[in-house]
């Protein structure tokens, strides 16, 4: 399996109508592509919050392949409508990891 975290700071303006959007819009359509089987969305946690947010959005995909089909077709258009969104009130990086071993 494949990790694929999204990691994002916010400015506080865009704070609630980012996370709407990202729980009723943004993260379905990212499943909807068929390359995640999952996803999930945290906050960081004792941060300043007084110059933005920062979130953490991972989805879990089942293989390198499924990965590379993401961002082969569908991964410039989905992040093209995210930054015209909110352009200039966010920044963000992306990390690939595998996942070795889950508990509990």
Not at 1 to 19: A, F, G, P, Q, R
Not at 44 to 69: C, V, W
Not at 73 to 81: G, P, T, V
């Amino acid at each position: 399996m494949i990790l694929y975290n999204v990691t994002i700071k916010l400015e506080t303006s865009v704070h609630e109508d980012w996370l709407a959007w990202m729980k009723t819009k943004h993260i379905q359509d990212v499943i909807d592509t068929g390359c995640f089987v999952s996803c999930r969305l945290s906050r960081l946690l004792a941060q300043n919050e007084g110059d933005g947010l920062t979130y953490s959005i991972q989805y879990l995909s089942p293989s390198m392949k499924d990965f590379h089909r993401y961002q082969a077709h569908f991964a410039q258009a989905l992040q093209k409508e995210h930054t015209q969104k909110f352009a200039e009130k966010f920044v963000a990086f992306r990390t690939m990891m595998e996942l070795v071993e889950e508990f509990g």
